[in-house]
């Protein structure tokens, strides 16, 4: 099929009339849609990657909270400490509530987190088998934090802790 195209302009001047090929059209117009696809592609990469990475690159604020006095502390038995930590989350200020267990062992404490690694269950300490269980699974940790039996795939989490020279024991969250 031939194709002719006149412009005004071309009628003014008084140019020859030229041809305009399929090819070169459907070339054009391919080429149109590619760019408007990879502009498009592109910021939703840019919109997504920033919404999927910016909280893991966000600095986060580590506090050290007081958990009890060290001559507070039972040795190498896990103590239940609750701690508060205030932070700002838009324009309140929100109370988070954190468990953890306190294992002393002469002068040193170790602070283990008290959700199972399993689901995320909260687990207790019992006495009569001397280990923290899972009520969930049937999980259960020695008092170290080490997985002793059941579905566990990680020992409990730890957080750091330090003895103040006043017998204060402070855990970093």
């Known amino acids: 099929m031939d194709w002719t195209v006149e412009t005004l302009a071309d009628k003014v001047v008084g140019k020859p009339r030229g041809r305009v090929d399929e090819g070169s059209w459907e070339l054009f117009s391919d080429s149109l849609i590619a760019a408007v696809q990879a502009a498009i592609g592109g910021t939703l990469g840019v919109v997504v990657g920033g919404a999927v990475l910016s909280p893991g690159l966000a600095r986060r604020e580590s506090?050290?909270?007081p958990a009890g006095r060290l001559t507070d502390l039972p040795i190498n038995q896990p103590t239940p400490v609750m701690l508060r930590l205030e932070r700002q989350d838009g324009?309140?200020?929100v109370i988070d509530r954190h468990a953890v267990f306190l294992v002393r062992s002469g002068e040193s404490v170790?602070?283990?987190d008290s959700?199972?690694?399993?689901l995320g269950c909260r687990v207790s300490w019992s006495s009569e088998t001397q280990e923290l269980?899972?009520?969930c699974h049937g999980g259960t940790y020695d008092r170290t934090g080490?997985?002793?039996?059941?579905?566990?795939?990680?020992p409990l989490?730890?957080?750091?802790t330090r003895v103040d020279?006043?017998?204060?024991?402070m855990v970093q969250l």
């Open 63 to 65: 506090s050290w909270l």
């Open 91 to 93: 324009y309140q200020r």
């Open 110 to 112: 170790t602070a283990l």
């Open 115 to 118: 959700t199972c690694t399993h």
């Open 133 to 135: 269980r899972c009520p």
């Open 146 to 154: 080490a997985v002793t039996s059941g579905p566990p795939p990680e």
């Open 157 to 160: 989490a730890r957080f750091a």
């Open 165 to 169: 020279k006043d017998g204060r024991v």
